[in-house]
């Protein structure tokens, strides 16, 4: 029956202890909790502002890209615009150089910008890549860690603190 109907000593003396459990849990529990919460948060958003830095140096990139592109192009224009001059103006022999000459200058502009293209897809891929592979190895690090682990060593570390 005194479980049922505890007298005013027991319901004293389990508030006091409730209270002290409370501020035993605040001073050792709750505060390295949120701080891990904080460091990880902090980590987290320097994941996410190195990858919009990744994201903005692609789209630099893409435009350095592009604007090499229109060059070519307009480099490739004014060459065979060139060469049409040039082969007007021949005679049939000087005219099928002229043809070669510019189907030559075509070949290794187009060349150039393929290799050019590849070199700038090619870096784009290393960046995200390495990129990826530190933002991965970052989350994995924090979502793959022991859990049992890290609960034995919070309840050694409190363990430790109480008693001392």
């Known amino acids: ?21 409370l501020v035993l ?25 190195e990858a ?8 630099q990139l893409t435009a350095t890209n592009e604007r090499l592109l229109l060059e070519a192009k307009d480099e490739r224009d004014a060459i065979l615009s ?13 005219k099928a150089k002229g043809q070669e000459e510019s189907q030559r200058i075509i070949t290794a502009a187009k060349n150039d910008i393929a290799v050019e293209k590849q070199k700038a897809i090619i ?5 995200i890549a ?7 190895e970052k989350i994995i690090e924090k979502e793959l860690s022991d859990k049992q682990k890290h609960q034995e060593y919070v309840n050694k ?8």
Do not use: C, H
């Open 157 to 164: 570390r409190i363990e430790e603190l109480t008693f001392n």
């Open 82 to 94: 060139e060469a049409r001059k040039i082969s007007q103006t021949m005679y049939d022999e000087a």
């Open 123 to 127: 870096e784009i891929k290393n960046m």
């Open 130 to 136: 390495e990129i990826s592979l530190e933002i991965a």
């Open 25 to 49: 849990l605040r001073v050792f529990a709750w505060k390295p909790v949120l701080n891990m919460l904080n460091k990880r948060e902090e980590k987290i958003n320097e994941a996410l502002n």
């Open 52 to 59: 919009n830095l990744a994201r903005e140096q692609m789209k």
């Open 1 to 21: 029956m005194e479980l049922i109907n505890p007298d005013v000593g027991l319901i004293f003396w389990m508030t006091i202890s409730f209270l002290i459990l």
